[in-house]
């Protein structure tokens, strides 16, 4: 037996016996032991979202394939609210269609899980060795100690947040939102001369279902789509996925169907949503094209230059792109100093979104964008064209202004929520 076996065996007998004896706590062993075992992951980044938690594959997994009984649960309590109303009422709202309209909420529930079935489908097969490790019982006595992420109305709304994404990403039905938010950005990445971008990275940290970072790298570029949450993973490699992808316009969905405020008629509220209208695909590795890091965007390390390039050139990014990302930061001077890690000497940032930061007190600063503004000076960005955006030295398409936009919107609604996101280019000092 080698000595290098030993030593792996060693600290895991270690582990064992600790926790039979429960010399250790239980919590704490077993986050030591995925540690552990993550020394023998390969095939993929590190920095996978790997555990329990709400965004991680494992939980993600689950809630997808609780779709369907999930939103059955939630119609029932829809009943049962209806059940309660007096016998004269109950005519009304049978000669209204309501309850034809319960009915046909059930049926779009289990049109709407094709899509999800078809989503853990593909993590299964993605997945296979985190989920494996996540379901075994490796050590007597873990599963029981480890508090993990319940499955419920939570999970629902991320999964009802995934779809709302296919709609705004990757359907004709999202393409005015489309352009509002991701043509100023593809305007300031297209600024570079059209030759040089294939030897040029872009990373795009919270990229989502990965449609923006699908255009930039239809631009020339390399590009890396980075996302933490397997809620978004999961749903990107489904569109991904040659199997379960094939054609454009191919799944269905009615996003809308569960949700019935602010509708102005049932057509407008059970209307299908086909998907999507281009098809995504991930480049070979060290090919020039789209990319997919699932992890932490801070545990990014700079990459290297693109093979073929100039080996004097420094290592990180030539272009970082935030789109509705640094308000979710939890301490968002991290996120400064990361993103300015991560860019080469003189590399650009462009930015598009508002400051809605993390609720409940979770994020350590609320600033406010002069705040953002005196941080970044601090971090060592320089706005490009200044921060009041005057400069005429810079082309229009590269100064600072205010975009008003919406997020995951449905058109047809009663309601519209109008954000004033702020954009900019700032390059690295």
């Known amino acids: 037996m080698s000595d290098i076996l030993i030593a792996c065996l060693f600290p895991a007998m270690l582990l064992y016996l600790g926790l039979r004896l ?4 239980k919590a704490f062993l077993h986050s030591i032991w995925f540690d552990f075992l993550s020394l023998f992951k390969f095939g993929r980044t590190p920095n996978t979202n790997f555990g329990n938690g709400p965004f991680s594959v494992q939980t993600s997994s689950a809630a997808y394939s609780k779709y369907r009984s999930l939103s059955l649960d939630e119609l029932s309590r829809m ?84 779809l709302k994404h296919f709609v705004r990403d990757w359907s004709d039905a999202g393409s005015s939102e489309r352009s509002v938010i991701f043509q100023p950005i593809l305007s300031a990445v297209s600024t570079l001369p059209a030759p040089s971008r294939s030897r040029s990275r ?35 490699r489904f569109l991904l996925d040659s199997e379960m992808t094939t054609t454009v316009y191919q799944h269905e969905i009615h996003p809308y169907a569960h949700w019935w405020s602010h509708s102005r008629n049932t057509a ?23 990319h997919l890091t699932e992890g932490d965007f801070l545990a990014l390390n700079a990459p290297k230059p693109l093979p073929g390039s100039d080996s004097s050139r420094a290592n990180g990014y ?18 400064l100093e990361q993103i300015h890690k991560l860019l080469k000497p003189g590399g650009t940032w ?14 350590r600063l609320e600033l406010t964008l002069d705040e953002l503004f005196d941080a970044m000076e601090a971090v060592g960005f320089a706005v490009v064209g200044g921060r009041d955006g005057n400069d005429d030295d810079e082309p229009d398409c590269m100064k600072r202004r205010t975009i008003p936009c919406e ?22 000092v």
């Open 268 to 290: 407008d509220l059970f209307r299908g949503i086909r998907f999507p209208d281009v098809i995504p695909r991930l480049a070979e590795e060290e090919t020039v094209g789209l």
């Open 202 to 236: 872009v990373l795009v940290p919270g990229s989502g279902l990965g449609r923006l970072a699908h255009e930039i790298s239809q631009l020339g570029y390399d590009v890396t789509a980075c996302e933490l949450s397997a809620y978004m993973n999961g749903a990107f």
């Open 318 to 335: 030539d272009f970082i792109v935030t789109l509705f990302f640094i308000d979710t930061s939890v301490n968002i001077l991290s996120t």
């Open 79 to 162: 009943r049962a609210s209806y059940s309660l109303i007096g016998r004269t009422h109950k005519r009304i709202g049978y000669e209204l269609g309501y309850t034809k309209k319960l009915d046909r909420l059930a049926e779009l529930i289990q049109v709407n899980a094709k899509a999800t079935d078809g989503i853990v489908t593909v993590m299964r097969r993605t997945y296979a060795q985190e989920l494996s490790v996540s379901s075994a019982t490796l050590w007597s006595g873990f599963p029981s100690t480890v508090r993990e992420t319940p499955i419920d109305t939570h999970s629902l709304s991320r999964i009802r947040e995934a």
């Open 407 to 428: 997020y995951t919107h449905d058109d047809k609604a009663m309601m519209r929520w109008i954000y004033e996101t702020e954009f900019w280019v700032a390059r690295k």
């Open 350 to 363: 462009v930015n598009l979104g508002p400051l809605l930061w993390c609720s409940s007190a979770q994020a």
């Open 22 to 25: 429960s010399v250790f706590d």
